[in-house]
């Protein structure tokens, strides 16, 4: 039985290797809250033009994205 061979180069000119350096760069150089920022607005953007249905998914998923940019307090509570 013959195994797959992949002829293709992860050389600069090719795509996938574009798609790696891009997501390499995105990965590395934008913070985590930026990103969860940029996805939160652009969630509650689409929430705007949104089907009933499809506005409740996307108010949910805009919150999830704020609670996890509020910061939680270390100091434990005491009942």
């Known amino acids: 039985m013959m195994g797959l061979r992949c002829n293709r180069s992860l050389s600069p000119g090719t ?3 574009k798609i790696v350096l891009a997501a ?3 990965i590395l ?7 969860l920022r940029s996805m ?3 969630t509650q953007a ?8 499809e506005k409740a998914r996307l108010h949910k998923r805009a919150e ?5 940019l509020t910061p939680k307090s ?3 509570v005491s009942t």
């Open 24 to 26: 390499l760069t995105l």
């Open 15 to 17: 795509t996938v290797f």
């Open 74 to 76: 270390k100091i434990p």
């Open 40 to 42: 939160r607005a652009e």
């Open 46 to 53: 689409k929430t705007t033009t949104a089907a009933p249905v």
């Open 29 to 35: 150089f934008v913070p985590l809250p930026v990103a």
């Open 64 to 68: 999830v994205l704020g609670d996890w």
